[in-house]
């Protein structure tokens, strides 16, 4: 039977579809270090995130984990303290990816987690500590450190806005197959028609969107503010 179109990209979630390159260059680490945290360091130790398949890329869930991690350890949160909150959270949900399936905040030291009261409310004044096992600390002052990621009714990462909070360009597992896009437009596409010579109010038109949408897809994409096709355009 054919899935419902409202909940066909869901099966999109699990399958690779990012080369470990980009998912480097989205979170803003080295291939080097996303290696390395799906990799064990010894026989006798497990990875800071699941192990993946050799020769083959990560998937939207992965890819979001390693997006996460990256926050946390610009956070300043050891990586130790982010494997131990892993490993708890896959002991107590059962869930594959957590770092992706569930909603997070960091205050630096500790990586919280929402706590529910005896009636399923959200208690907005405490989280758990999950690098401490569950411990509870009160999180009045604390603020997300993980805005760039939107999150569904479930909890779980819905989309990435990859370019940053102010940014509108957003990895939507429903839109361009994944890809960074503003829109619906992917950026690679935009960076493909400006580089052969369209103009940035030229793509605005044919893809309606506006010129500034067209400006910070070709930042993201590596264009330099100082190509003069893209300078006289800046404010």
Not at 59 to 68: D, G, R
Not at 150 to 175: C, F, H, M, Q
Not at 180 to 205: H, Y
Request: net charge negative.
């Amino acid at each position: 039977m054919q899935q419902p179109s409202s909940t066909a990209w869901k099966s999109r979630l699990s399958i690779p579809s990012y080369r470990i390159g980009e998912a480097a260059s989205y979170a803003k680490v080295s291939t080097q270090t996303v290696a390395a945290w799906h990799k064990s360091q010894s026989k006798l130790a497990k990875s800071v995130l699941g192990e993946r398949t050799n020769g083959k890329g990560l998937s939207f869930l992965q890819l979001i984990e390693v997006a996460v991690v990256a926050e946390m350890r610009r956070s300043g949160v050891k990586l130790s303290e982010i494997k131990q909150a892993r490993d708890y959270l896959v002991e107590k949900t059962g869930l594959d990816f957590p770092f992706a399936q569930l909603k997070f905040k960091t205050d630096g030291a500790d990586i919280l987690g929402e706590v529910e009261g005896p009636l399923g409310e959200t208690l907005t004044d405490r989280l758990l500590a999950f690098n401490h096992r569950g411990q509870l600390v009160w999180s009045e002052f604390l603020s997300s450190r993980l805005k760039t990621f939107n999150y569904d009714e479930s909890g779980s990462v819905r989309t990435w806005k990859v370019a940053g909070e102010d940014k509108e360009i957003e990895i939507d597992p429903t839109l361009a197959f994944g890809a960074p896009q503003v829109d619906g437009v992917k950026t690679s596409l935009i960076k493909t028609r400006f580089s052969i010579g369209e103009e940035v109010d030229e793509i605005s038109e044919d893809y309606a969107i506006t010129n500034e949408q067209v400006i910070e897809a070709l930042l993201f994409e590596g264009l330099d503010r100082s190509n003069p096709r893209i300078s006289r355009w800046l404010n």
